[in-house]
């Protein structure tokens, strides 16, 4: 926990200086219903990311092949190694076994296209989140070292059409995605608020579900539900920024406070130190560890704050 | 000639060897040998009927009702007058309480007036329907046919024991007697003493499984669960395994998943996936429910009722098997409810506040009549009390029952225990309920409470619906029909004749909606809305006037069909969400929060629900609300614990528990170190 707390400060410091780009393509309905659904969704995420500083934002709603590629192209062109790439998709997909495509106006784009055109971005920190029916069946192609892969399904054989991007769409603007409050939401938590709310969803239309979002970001491992140190996926998703909702990190400019900053940067990791250790804590101990640091946090933020 | 004629002795010699086989190995309970050898007779010999009635009695006997039911189908068509096949068809029939198990009997009886099988099916038909001068002249027809006639014997002693006569001369001293006595007291609800036939039964004949496994069901419905499985392992361990058998053994299996909550009154049991949550709104309802009883029926139960809550339908259907004419949301036993718990159910579609009164209901009325109240008396009971905890519960009047009162369809008070029973129609339940119901409002309204109390003491002593109509109500049952009819008709003549009309309407002012002619839905849906007001279904007139106002920017009209919407029982969680949101936009939170509230009655298993409720009643004032709500959020995992938490030492604060608050706001940074307002408010609390 301690590692994963250092690798977010050096994130989050890197990408204060960088410039995330954001590729999201909405594809065919096929009836108006979801050719409704789909564009409206690819709307609500622009609108939402526009507003966000350090982005660059590209939208294609009934986008075509052409225009992915063309549209990814441009992200090759601009990107810079510390900077950071999404690309969201919506819509149907198809899976034969051997290739994934989603279907789009014209000829459909397949996994390894777009994973070929991924390549070629220099930006180190790529996430890609499929969001459309049988998407399970792109992770093996797109994942790679560096790069963070949600899917809508867990196979390519779920083929029945998603709910997965309503709720993403909801996480990038719901500061309840926020579950660790530092105003930043990252994809592993973009990730968990929309499964949990897909599942949800299910639940409470009494209906089996038909989707399972999967995660993956280790770039060689199998995909999974629940991210957890355990199965160790999630590491690079918790610490991959994509969105900020408030001035994260503004007091980091002021020289005057860097030792309470290092104070707090110190409380911080001892707090996920003792909660890494807290199984093998008595309770009640625990709990008093736990109660002094966090006052004190809560202290040194309250001077920061001043 | 003479070749011709061996072949045929062989033949015979052949075929008559193997169906003495097949019945010896049927008999020695060696029933896959059994069934082999029917069906290579079958094959065998493809016109003869009887070896296929023979193999469908195996088939039936053995749990398979549909193969069996083919077979006697595929017999009729070699033989048109076949008895046997027309007899196994009426026990198919009568064990899925079908109406057309009477029409069967008969048909066989008319094949071979000798079948003594079908003459005393056709008087346990009759007692089944609580008809007990017909049972009698049944019974009484095949004792003449055969004097030692045990089923015949056991329906004429069963209703001597039914009115409480223990020494009958007709006590048949059978096992299958005493099994049938059992069946007939369990359909009476009357469990316990149900029982003790079965035990009477199994006692004679141990290895009658079937009376064996009818025990084990019932002492499980008691809460005996101890004993019912020991008895249903039983029966398992001999290969009975009938779907009662391995469903409830499945069920008792998963009551480890269970968590049970006592108090002195109450036993209540959660599944652990939604214990924490439903605990408290369960709880405190149960006792809002028994308190309110104990006044009204002026009776103290003597020891706690048991309510258990399924989210699973199919566990809670096991407890209904082999039960006709039981509400498909809850079922009692004595002093055991079971219920579908509210996750079960499609959001909208189940109140299981309205489902727990009308349960508790029988268990009161059941025990202060010893069981002996009929059917249509405690259902119609239940029913009223559903309307009477709050006029919003309860279910509306639906177009099946628009349907009976138009077809004239309704039974005559004397007989209503039929269409629980043995409905001749496939909505004849429901229209029973509803009946029942409204003849017990009526009651109440011409002739109040007492009458129905004292109905429920008469009952007690075991006094026919007949007898005490006429005592109580001072009308003979006809007379009370005829006035009962004429009310109910005053109440639902505008939308029983104008239901086609509302139809029509509907569709039209549907059309008017999707084409945005706002003026022309208001215009529409105002009058379907006052011809069919009890429609809250999707589609409904109260939404299509609410949308059609917001679109002329009208909120307050909005609000205004809405709020007649929940006032008539409207269930939509997203449209009581619609209307709270609007109260909260015009400023009126406390209105809001109650039509919020209601939802905890629908659709408790949401977040969002809770949250938003714990918000406005934090901000009313109302703190131990919203500490309720808040609570209910953190017991189903939220997306966002540490505001979750915070909410809830928001809330504790309010209400001066400030160690409570620090207790929350410490889960919260835990979850969250940074979350800068609960720092905040430790570093209040702390100083």
Redesign the interface.
């Known amino acids: 926990m301690g590692e994963r707390t250092v690798l977010l400060l050096l994130v989050c410091a890197l990408s204060l200086h960088a410039t995330t780009f954001y590729v999201t393509v909405s594809g065919l309905g096929g009836e108006p219903d979801y050719e409704q659904r789909f564009g409206m969704w690819a709307k609500d995420i622009d609108k939402t990311l526009k507003a966000s500083p350090d982005s660059k934002v590209e939208t294609l709603v009934d986008g075509t092949r052409a225009q992915v590629r063309e549209a990814l192209e441009r992200v090759a062109k601009e990107a810079k190694p510390q900077d950071a790439v999404v690309v969201m998709l919506i819509g149907h997909g198809t899976f034969d076994g051997y290739d994934y495509k989603i279907n789009l106006a014209g000829p459909d784009l397949s996994a390894s296209e777009l994973a070929g055109m991924l390549d070629h971005v220099p930006a180190t920190r790529q996430l890609v989140v499929n969001m459309t029916s049988a998407s399970g069946g792109s992770i093996e192609f797109l994942r790679r070292p560096g790069r963070v892969v949600i899917t809508a399904t867990k196979t390519g054989s779920e083929k029945n059409a998603t709910v997965f991007a309503r709720y993403w769409v909801e996480a990038l603007r719901d500061a309840a995605a926020d579950t660790d409050k530092n105003e930043v939401i990252s994809a592993l938590e973009a990730y968990r608020y929309a499964d949990k709310k897909t599942a949800a969803y299910y639940e409470s239309q009494n209906r089996l579900a038909t989707e399972h979002a999967v995660l993956e970001d280790t770039g060689k491992g199998e995909p999974v539900r629940a991210p957890s140190p355990e199965n160790g996926e999630g590491l690079l998703a918790a610490t991959f920024p994509l969105i900020r909702l408030g001035a994260a990190a503004a007091a980091a400019k002021d020289p005057a406070k860097l030792q309470l900053l290092a104070k707090k940067d110190d409380l911080e990791q001892q707090i996920d130190k003792l909660k890494y250790e807290k199984a093998a804590i008595p309770p009640e101990e625990y709990k008093k560890q736990l109660a002094a640091l966090l006052l004190e946090l809560a202290r040194t933020q309250e001077e920061l704050d001043k | 000639m003479r070749l011709c004629l061996a072949v045929l002795c062989a033949s015979a010699v052949l075929s008559g060897q193997t169906l003495e086989q097949a019945e010896s190995l049927w008999k020695q309970h060696s029933y896959s040998e059994a069934n082999g050898t029917f069906r290579a007779l079958v094959d065998a010999h493809p016109r003869n009927p009887q070896y296929r009635v023979r193999w469908g009695r195996l088939l039936l006997e053995r749990f398979n009702k549909p193969d069996a039911m083919q077979l006697f189908q595929e017999a009729l068509k070699i033989d048109a007058n076949n008895a046997g096949a027309y007899m196994g068809m009426a026990l198919v029939a009568a064990e899925g309480f079908e109406n057309q198990a009477v029409e069967f009997a008969h048909k066989a009886l008319a094949a071979d007036p000798h079948l003594l099988e079908a003459q005393e099916l056709l008087a346990r038909l009759a007692l089944e329907d609580n008809d007990t001068a017909k049972a009698i002249e049944e019974a009484d027809r095949a004792i003449a046919m055969s004097p030692s006639a045990v089923q015949a014997k056991a329906i004429r002693a069963t209703i001597d024991w039914l009115n409480d006569e223990a020494d009958t001369k007709w006590d048949p001293h059978v096992a299958e007697g005493y099994e049938t006595a059992g069946r007939i007291f369990v359909l009476n609800r009357r469990y316990e003493e149900g029982i003790q036939f079965y035990r009477k039964a199994i006692e004679l004949e141990p290895d009658l499984w079937s009376a064996r496994a009818e025990l084990g069901v019932n002492l499980m419905r008691l809460g005996e669960e101890g004993e019912a499985r020991t008895q249903l392992e039983m029966c398992y361990g001999a290969g009975y395994k009938d779907a009662a058998t391995v469903n409830s053994l499945r069920l008792m299996d998963s009551y480890k998943n269970f968590i049970t909550y006592k108090t002195q009154t109450t036993i209540l049991r959660l599944h652990k996936k939604e214990a924490e949550l439903l605990h408290p709104y369960f709880e405190t309802e149960m006792q809002r429910a028994l308190a309110t009883y104990e006044k009204k029926y002026g009776f103290k139960l003597d020891h706690p009722v048991q309510v258990e809550v399924y989210p699973d339908h199919e566990d809670f259907a096991v407890r209904t098997l082999g039960i006709p004419g039981l509400g498909a949301l809850g079922v009692t036993f004595g002093y055991v409810v079971a219920m579908d718990s509210p ?5 909208g579609t189940f109140h299981w506040g309205s489902t727990l009164w009308h349960e508790l209901s029988h268990v009161y009325v059941l025990t202060m009549t010893h069981h002996r109240v009929p059917r249509w008396f405690t259902e119609g009971l239940a029913v009223h009390e559903e309307t009477a905890v709050s006029p919003e519960w309860g279910d509306r009047l639906d177009p099946h029952v628009i349907a009976a009162i138009k077809d004239k369809k309704l039974l005559p008070v004397a007989e209503l225990d039929r269409g629980f029973v043995r409905p001749t129609y496939p909505t004849q339940v429901v229209v029973s309920y509803f009946q029942a119901g409204k003849i017990c409002d009526y009651i109440n309204r011409e002739w109040g409470w007492p009458k129905l109390l004292a109905m429920i003491h008469d009952f007690a002593t075991s006094e026919s619906t007949p007898d005490v109509i006429t005592k109580e109500l001072g009308l003979k049952p006809e007379e009370f029909d005829k006035r009962f009819l004429a009310a109910l008709d005053a109440e639902t003549k505008k939308t029983v004749d104008g239901f086609d009309e509302w139809r029509t309407l509907l569709k039209k002012v549907a059309e008017e909606a999707k084409a945005g002619e706002h003026d022309q839905v208001i215009h529409d849906a105002t009058a379907i809305r006052d011809i069919y007001p009890d429609y809250v279904e999707a589609g409904n007139a109260y939404q299509f006037l609410a949308d059609a106002w917001l679109a002329k920017g009208d909120k307050k009209a909005a609000i205004a069909e809405l709020e007649r919407y929940t006032k008539v029982g409207g269930r939509s969680p997203d449209t009581l969400k619609q209307l709270a949101a609007l109260l909260e936009e015009s400023g009126n939170k406390k209105e809001a929060a109650t039509v919020l509230d209601r939802l905890n009655y629908i ?1 408790p ?3 969002e629900l809770h949250r938003r409720l714990g918000d406005l009643w934090l901000a009313d004032g109302n703190t131990a609300g919203a500490i309720r709500e808040y609570r209910a959020v953190l017991a189903k995992a939220p ?5 979750s938490h915070f909410d809830l030492a928001k809330a504790y604060r309010t209400a001066q528990r400030p160690e409570d608050a620090k207790e929350e706001l ?1 889960l919260a ?8 307002p ?3 408010m ?2 209040e609390l ?1 100083k």
Do not use: I, W
């Open positions: 996750s079960g159910r499609k959001p659709a298993v949401d977040e997306t966002d614990p540490a505001a410490l940074l835990e979850a969250a170190p940074g979350f800068r609960a720092q905040k430790l570093l702390t």
